[in-house]
């Protein structure tokens, strides 16, 4: 069983920062990426950030320059760093990663339970 723990939600002015973590934890036998989406009401999930397990990185365009996404392969975890925040920021963000859990089987995607993040204007 495998588990995306979120944590680093919340509430901040415009202009503010906020850093997102995700751990991944279980029977785990290999990462090959991990990600961030987001969910605005009314609006569907989209991509924030993800990167491989390699360390490529792929931003959406709305957040380019502003956001950084890293990741720690021995924690299995991974940081959205979120600097010069704006009200359409706000969101629910999602943990995203593909996730093998035996060296046979097929990666599967696995989703965290969603955090809030709320930009004051």
């Known amino acids: 069983q495998v588990q995306l723990v979120e944590s680093g939600g919340g509430l901040v002015q415009a202009g503010g920062s906020l850093r997102l973590s995700c751990a991944a934890s279980?029977?785990?036998?290999?990462?090959?990426?991990m990600g961030w989406y987001r969910q605005a009401p009314g609006k569907q999930r989209e991509l924030v950030a993800a990167?491989?397990?390699?360390?490529?990185?792929n931003y959406a365009d709305s957040v380019k320059g502003r956001f950084t996404i890293s990741g720690d392969n021995a924690k299995n975890t991974v940081y959205l760093q979120m600097n010069s925040l704006k009200p359409e920021d706000t969101a629910v963000y999602y943990c995203?990663?593909?996730?093998?859990?035996?060296?046979?089987?097929?990666?599967?995607?696995?989703w965290g339970q969603g955090t809030q993040v709320t930009v004051s204007s």
């Open positions: 279980g029977s785990i036998f290999s990462i090959n990426a």
């Open positions: 990167i491989t397990s390699g360390g490529s990185t």
């Open positions: 995203n990663a593909l996730i093998a859990v035996t060296r046979w089987s097929y990666e599967d995607n696995y």
